[in-house]
């Protein structure tokens, strides 16, 4: 039967790939996607010292080595098929139709740069489009059986999943994705994979915590019932806590999934879960499928650019 071998989990938020340079940028554009006036009234008195350039490039590096660190082991571990779990910020998916769980079992999906999500005019995204999309389209190798093996199984499950095969001609498999492949895959060694979509951001159909975390044993035992021999890592993209970082929920997260415990999890409110921060039910997801192996927290940066407490809480994870 198929093995799960390793686990990875990491930030995907452009701020993890921008230079130090761009986090001011970013600072301006969270004053209109939050509550900037209120949090201000807020201000933490330590909140200038993680402003300064000084601490800006020592976590900027800090980062670095944790993508570093995550793409050796990836690399050192040699999976033979990855199950990637991220979300779909109207990339794919639009609101034609939106799934709460879907999973890819074509035998290739694409990055499609000339369809990419947001506006890439503005410097500090152009900033970091490297890190999502490459000049050209380019087809991500997938692997059909076993993916419509999962999609089979977790119907078995209880899990009425979407399913697609091939995707739409002017959509892009989305950032969450796109990033593992471009961030943390060597050039020369594009593993296939089978993406996992859920969908964390668009209402009203996100899932709750316990529905992910659930969801993620059900892939457990899918690829554990594949009766191949394939080597699998299981990963998971996006979070943790943005725009505004609440550090305190980061760690309570990081620490359940370290522990493996599955009913503080499964307890995460609705409420922690708006915005960027829905994006910890990948991980969620991923400490379900992950059960088995023990989380190493690789590091944990949170990326304040703002005096408002904005930016994003950025974590790297392995399992083995």
């Known amino acids: 039967m198929a093995e799960i071998v390793l686990g990875l989990a990491m930030s995907h938020s452009p701020q993890v790939s921008q230079e130090p340079k761009w986090w001011s ?4 554009m969270d004053q209109n996607r939050t509550p900037y006036e209120e949090l201000l ?7 200038d010292e993680e402003l300064s350039p000084e601490v800006w490039k020592r976590k900027h590096s800090a980062i670095q ?16 098929v990855v199950v990637l779990i991220g979300d779909d910020q109207e990339e794919l998916f639009l609101d034609d139709c939106m799934p709460t769980f879907s999973v890819f079992w074509g035998d290739k999906s694409w990055d499609r740069p000339e369809f990419i999500h947001g506006d890439m005019s503005v410097p500090s995204r152009a900033s970091v489009l490297w890190a999502f999309h490459g000049e050209a389209p380019e087809a991500y190798p997938g692997h059909p059986e076993f993916g419509r093996h999962i999609i089979e199984n977790l119907m078995e499950q209880n899990f009425d999943v979407a399913q697609y095969s091939r995707q739409h001609e002017q959509r892009s498999l989305g950032h969450a994705f796109t990033f593992v492949r471009r961030r943390i895959m060597r050039e020369d060694r594009i593993i296939p994979m089978i993406p996992v979509l859920i969908n964390t951001y668009v209402p009203p159909n996100q899932p709750t915590a ?7 044993q059900a892939i ?3 690829i554990e019932s594949w009766p191949g021999a394939e080597r699998v890592a299981v ?8 725009f505004v970082i609440d550090s305190e929920f980061d760690r309570q997260i990081l620490e359940g999934l370290a522990k493996g415990d599955g009913e503080a999890l499964s307890s995460v409110p609705r409420s922690k879960l708006q915005s ?3 994006e910890v039910l990948n991980w969620i ?12 927290l690789v590091d944990y940066i949170p990326g304040y650019r703002s005096e408002g407490g904005t930016g994003v809480g950025m974590a790297f994870a392995k399992w083995l």
């Open 65 to 80: 080595s944790a993508i570093a660190d995550l793409a050796q082991t990836l690399d050192d571990v040699a999976p033979d």
């Open 41 to 47: 009234k807020g201000k933490p008195d330590w909140i």
């Open 285 to 296: 997801a991923a400490g379900g499928a992950l059960e088995g192996l023990r989380m190493t």
């Open 210 to 216: 316990a529905r992910c975390y659930a969801f993620g």
């Open 25 to 28: 940028e970013q600072a301006r």
């Open 276 to 278: 960027g921060s829905s």
């Open 220 to 222: 457990r035992q899918a």
């Open 235 to 242: 990963i998971a993209s996006g979070g943790l806590s943005h």
